[in-house]
């Protein structure tokens, strides 16, 4: 091909015609620069394929994590506990409630069972799997998974449930320290109802004294326990709600491309 053209140019320039040598060489570097703008076109085409390939991918491993975190919510979220044990956010809230209202009258003997056999604090982890998210960011590739709006949804999501972790973590330990400093009052109280119930009534007269040091410790803490019990339930639901609706827009995303 390059011969053919060559022979071309080689032939107008011996018969002397210039005019319509520059014409032929105009046409001809019209022609490479079209072929190259073809060319360019096509390697576009497929990376932008290649990319929307990989795009798909990413988005349905995305997908299946939210679904991870959907299934771990739904057990936190279980106001009645019956979800394999009792320590959910939404249980220790309605028991907290009811609690409190219980210390802030003044605790009678029908009290005893309900305020003996509820929910004891100790840590719920709340770590949900993100290495979908962590790949994209790590990689760089978050900022062309999709839309800008999508993009928004996703970081908006990520750092909702980050810093809801850290209010679970930060308040946790504060009411982990208050239930610490009822050792000698609540919870030792409760060790020996189970064993003889009216022989720890009898040896614990705070649960009648509002203003003892054991009750007032163990109202802080139940105070502490329930603020804790409501954020997380909060935060949680409103974390179930952007899941929810990241979901669809992930869904509508992979649709289009």
Request: proline share 2%; hydrophobic share 35%; charged share 25%.
């Amino acid at each position: 091909m390059i011969k053919f053209f060559r022979k071309i140019r080689q032939g107008l320039l011996s018969k002397g015609n210039t005019g319509k040598y520059l014409k032929y060489a105009l046409g001809e570097i019209v022609l490479v620069v079209f072929g190259i703008l073809i060319a360019l076109s096509i390697n576009n085409w497929n990376s932008d394929r290649l990319q929307s390939k990989k795009n798909k991918q990413l988005l349905r491993k995305m997908s299946k994590e939210l679904d991870q975190h959907g299934e771990r919510l739904s057990r936190l979220l279980d106001p009645t506990g019956t979800t394999a044990y009792k320590a959910t956010f939404a249980y220790r809230a309605t028991y907290t409630d009811s609690l409190y209202k219980i210390l802030d009258k003044g605790i009678e003997p029908e009290d005893f069972d309900y305020f003996i056999g509820g929910e004891r604090y100790y840590s719920i982890t709340l770590n949900f799997n993100t290495t979908v998210f962590e790949e994209l960011l790590n990689t760089g590739n978050l900022y062309a998974v999709g839309s800008d709006s999508l993009v928004e949804k996703i970081q908006q999501y990520y750092q909702r449930y980050k810093r809801q972790k850290f209010y679970n973590t930060e308040i946790g330990t504060k009411v982990a320290d208050l239930q610490k400093a009822c050792s000698l009052g609540y919870i030792d109280f409760e060790y020996w109802y189970q064993k003889n119930p009216e022989n720890a009534i009898a040896e614990n007269s705070w649960i009648y004294e509002p203003k003892s040091e054991n009750y007032v410790s163990f109202r802080i803490y139940m105070g502490y326990f329930r603020t804790h019990s409501r954020i997380m339930v909060e935060g949680l639901t409103v974390i179930n709600e952007m899941r929810t609706e990241l979901k669809t827009a992930i869904n509508n995303e992979i649709e289009s491309l």
